[in-house]
């Protein structure tokens, strides 16, 4: 009983959400909202949409003008609160309860809004119009190594002009992609060892990190396999994390679509922020294999995913270490809006499955998913307004002024969506890390993948600050600060 007795048009001002919809790229934005509505409506009967102008932006709703009548509903609100911080679902149980923990708990994580027993206040420290997600200064630990791998197959712009009807300049002006690396079927390899899998691919990207990070296996507390595309829909963390020999490790998987590595990353700084918790040294995975999920007849999205893993070894650092000088993890910010989930998403689909119970038996579901659909344009829009904003405030949360960046790493969608935020930033291209025209868009994994080859091409260097930014599906999006070494 969730409602509420304020008037209609009082009620008008706060969020409704989009249809719920299971689907493989996240649904605990969707959900956050869905629990909104179900705190701030009363049967639906009534369009309490709000207005046009200001739905790109929910947290807005409940904040604008007077306070919203949020006592009466402050469990569902804190639900809502920690769905859309978090803005993420692990697909294990244990991990994701002590990763929701760890993240509403944890004494560094400042959320912009308090939640006491008087209800849900704004937070002053930004004096912000809206509440902020997850932002903060530094976490005490550092990369010590990264690595990537990709699909042997390669398929390029040419190729695709006789799957679809485009082009390679189209694709390439378009987008700055020129070709993507994609997994093939299991079956068209015969040898074992020639076999490429999601999982493989996080293997060998994890074994490089963690031969340059001079650590073994077995000293790794903690892995963290952000993925929307798992060989298991289980998950791959433990898969991963035993073919590597962790055999000291607890893993989960993190889904959180295009930003979930750096989702992931922050995830685990908190854990090893908090010096009680055992976590010292952290392996994050981000990997996508889109291709599976990708209409090969859709020219509009087919153009722009491939498929490759990457890796990083996080250690904890002493408080000393960390700050404006120290290396490490310097600020963050996270955010979500499950009121965009409908301009990217891969819905459950499902076959009939009928089983006959006694009676008439029960039509059940038999788990397939829909082929990803996007609305190219929303997405586009949603990355060149969000994308600036939340790297500045990461920059404000490390101290640092965009000037003072060496690097800018952004999610590789499109390079028409670096050059804008680059441009609004004021950071001359020649900052910009981008290998986008060799693997397009690998989802979790487009980050990690980048930094690891400028990494090992000698571009980044130790001490270099590298602002990293992630968005995508949810709709999520988020940025880090990393000072490398
Ligand atoms: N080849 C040739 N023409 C294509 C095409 C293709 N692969 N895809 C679309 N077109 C056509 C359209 O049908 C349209 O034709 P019309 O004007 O006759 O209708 C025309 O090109 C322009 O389409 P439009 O959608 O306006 O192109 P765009 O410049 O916005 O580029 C995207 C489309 C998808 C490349 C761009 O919107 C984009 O990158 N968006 C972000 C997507 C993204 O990054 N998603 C993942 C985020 S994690």
């Known amino acids: 009983m969730w409602h509420n007795n304020e008037p209609v048009d009082k009620r008008r001002r706060f969020v409704d959400a989009p249809g719920f919809a299971s689907q493989m790229i996240p649904t605990a934005t969707s959900l956050s909202n869905g629990l909104r509505k179900r705190c701030f409506s009363d049967s639906g009967d009534h369009d309490d949409r709000p207005p046009k102008s200001r739905r790109t932006s929910p947290i807005n709703y409940i904040t604008d003008g007077e306070d919203p ?12 609160g920690v769905a859309e911080t978090i803005d993420f679902k692990m697909k294990l149980s244990h991990g994701a309860l002590l990763t929701i923990l760890n993240f509403v708990f944890s004494r560094s994580l400042s959320f912009a809004f308090t939640i006491s027993h008087t209800g849900v206040h704004r937070s002053s420290r930004n004096n912000c119009s809206s509440l902020q997600m997850a932002t903060s200064g530094p976490l005490s630990c550092r ?30 002006s378009r987008t700055g992609i020129s070709q993507r690396r994609v997994l093939t079927h299991p079956l068209v390899t015969s040898e074992d060892e020639d076999k490429e899998s999601l999982t493989t691919l996080s293997v060998t990207a ?7 990070s001079g650590i073994n296996p077995e000293d790794i507390d903690l892995v963290i396999c952000a993925t929307s595309s798992p060989d298991d829909l289980f998950g791959d963390a433990t898969t991963v994390a ?4 962790c055999t000291n490790a607890f893993a989960f998987d993190l889904t959180a679509a295009c930003s979930g590595f750096l989702f992931g990353l922050v995830t685990a700084g908190q854990f090893m922020d908090r010096k009680n918790s055992g976590v010292k040294n952290a392996l994050v995975v981000g990997a996508d294999a889109l291709s599976r999920w990708v209409d090969w007849g859709d020219r509009n999205s087919c153009i722009l995913f491939g498929d490759g893993a990457g890796a990083m070894i996080l250690q904890g650092t002493a408080d000393s270490d ?33 089983v006959s119970t006694p009676g008439d038996g029960v039509d059940l579901s038999k ?27 990461a920059l404000d949360a490390a101290d640092i002024k965009a000037d003072d960046i060496d690097w800018l790493l952004l999610h590789q969608a499109n390079i028409r969506i ?14 910009v890390i981008t290998n986008l025209s060799d693997y397009g868009n690998t989802s ?32 999520s999006w988020g940025s880090a600060i990393i000072r490398w070494g």
């Not at 190729?159 to 189209?170: C, I």
């Open 69 to 80: 009548p949020i006592r009466k509903c402050l469990p569902m609100s804190f639900a809502c």
């Open 143 to 172: 990369a010590i190594g990264i690595g990537s791998a990709t699909p042997r197959t390669v398929i390029t712009n040419v190729d695709l002009e006789k799957v679809v009807e485009t082009s390679d300049e189209w694709i390439s």
């Open 206 to 212: 994890a074994q490089k990190a963690v031969e340059m």
């Open 242 to 245: 035993a073919s590597l020999g």
């Open 322 to 354: 960390i700050g404006k000088e120290g290396v490490g993890l310097l600020g963050y910010s996270a955010h979500s809006n499950g009121m965009g989930h409908e301009d990217l998403k891969c819905g459950f689909k499902g076959e009939s499955n009928h």
């Open 367 to 393: 788990g397939s998913y829909n082929y990803i659909s996007m609305n190219g344009s929303n997405v586009y829009k949603f990355a060149t307004r969000e994308v600036p904003k939340v790297l500045q405030e």
């Open 418 to 431: 670096m050059e804008a935020v680059a441009k609004r930033l004021g950071v001359p291209m020649e900052k």
């Open 444 to 475: 979790a994994a487009s980050i990690p993948i980048a930094l690891d080859e400028a990494v090992r091409a000698g571009k980044v260097k130790k001490g270099d600050v590298i602002a990293c930014a992630g968005f995508g599906a949810g709709l």
